[in-house]
């Protein structure tokens, strides 16, 4: 029997062990890859952990370990009690660790928090971090001059929240762009990154927030209607012909009375019976902004954008409702396009590359006046 699941280094210069360490400084981006009260590790070859105290180890290759947050200054790694921050570095070549189930060959750093909760941080170089992005906001399969677009649009958005004073720059879901770790990468992606290495839009001197999304649904908004922020030319909106053969194009949801009654009631409503619904206001694009409920008491308002996230962004495609239309079941929604429909409509970036437009020229349709530079230039020291 072992007696301890990790083994402590006690003599090797850590660095020796580091055989990619302190090159050439590239950009780094950290990314929240779990945030939960516990976290799974695989180990697949050379795990190097260190912890805040100063204590390295070494993992064993091919094991299971449990991280669990025990205080704001302690965590567990299997039995072994560590002090927080813990640092795991995977050098070079056939490493990797598996957090939950996901492959990462970055450097990690698990935070354990006062409030019982364990948040685990990737850092790795920001091109190789938009490989991953790509892959899941695309896929390897997509044609190369739309996936050249989301690379540059991934690496502007991504840019803009590069912030030293937090514990991480972005998450790894739809609240930023949607990152699993690097897998599913293949020659496109590589060539797509590669092939704009560096390339961000800016405007005014600035870079943009390069918001995406799935499908418009024939036009896009700007980030106002969507959520805050100023609208700048590039974000204004434009209307779209290139995405209306997708499968997203268009989408309807069923909800029952009692589905909808349970929502109200949840932000406040006293109703206990609906009479009708319809939309109360829209934006520029046609998204609706609030929706109106009819009761057997006062009429209740309620964003469309939070009916959505209530119902699910992945069934409730969008606020792009075209018709609202009572049935015995319930109320059927008719919608367009999948998403927040803010910036470059990826169904359609999909459709100019098949047509033959170049990344350049879906950029600027979709970002109209936001022109490409280096971004070095807004990193410089
Ligand atoms: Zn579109």
Not at 211 to 219: I, K, M, P, T, V
Not at 236 to 250: A, F, L, M, Q
Not at 266 to 291: E, H, P, V
Request: aromatic share 12%; charged share 25%; net charge positive.
């Amino acid at each position: 029997m072992m007696r301890s699941t990790l083994l402590l280094i006690l003599s090797m210069s850590f660095h020796s062990l580091m055989a990619s360490d302190g090159k050439d400084k590239e950009l780094e981006i950290r990314i929240l890859i779990s945030k939960n009260s516990q976290a799974t590790f695989n180990t697949y070859g050379n795990v190097i952990v260190s912890d805040y105290s100063g204590r390295k180890f070494r993992l064993i290759p091919n094991a299971t370990y449990i991280a669990k947050a025990d205080s704001e200054n302690f965590l567990y790694l299997s039995k072994e009690k560590l002090s927080s921050p813990v640092d795991f570095f995977i050098p070079d070549g056939k490493n990797f660790l598996k957090v939950n189930g996901r492959k990462y060959k970055g450097k990690l750093r698990a935070i354990s928090h006062r409030d019982g909760s364990l948040i685990i941080i990737e850092e790795l170089p920001f091109e190789k971090y938009l490989l991953g992005v790509l892959s899941c906001e695309m896929g390897p399969n997509w044609p190369i001059e739309a996936l050249k677009a989301q690379a540059v649009a991934s690496r502007t958005y991504a840019a803009r929240l590069l912030n030293k004073g937090r514990e991480y720059d972005v998450e790894n879901d739809t609240s930023h762009q949607v990152y699993t770790g690097l897998e599913k990468i293949n020659t496109n992606i590589i060539e797509a990154v590669n092939s704009t290495k560096g390339e961000v839009l800016y405007y005014n001197g600035r870079m943009i927030t390069a918001f995406f999304h799935a499908c418009c649904g024939g036009r896009t908004t700007t980030p106002s209607a969507a959520f805050q922020g100023n609208i700048i030319k590039p974000l204004r909106g434009v209307i779209d012909p290139y995405c209306k053969t997708s499968n997203h194009y268009e989408w309807d949801i069923t909800l029952t009375e009692s589905d909808i009654l349970r929502m109200i009631q949840s932000r406040g409503s006293t109703a206990l019976k609906l009479k009708g619904i319809r939309i109360y206001s829209k934006d520029k694009s046609g998204r609706a902004i609030k929706l109106e409920f009819k009761t057997d008491r006062s009429n209740f308002r309620m964003k469309a954008n939070d009916v959505r996230k209530y119902f699910g962004n992945f069934e409730f495609k969008s606020t792009f409702i075209t018709r609202i239309k009572k049935t015995n079941k319930g109320y059927i929604f008719y919608g367009k396009g999948w998403g927040h429909g803010v910036g470059m409509c990826q169904e359609g970036a999909k459709n100019m590359a098949r047509k033959g437009y170049s990344y350049k020229r879906i950029l600027s349709f979709y970002y109209p006046g936001a022109r490409i530079t280096d971004m070095e230039k807004f990193f410089a020291q």
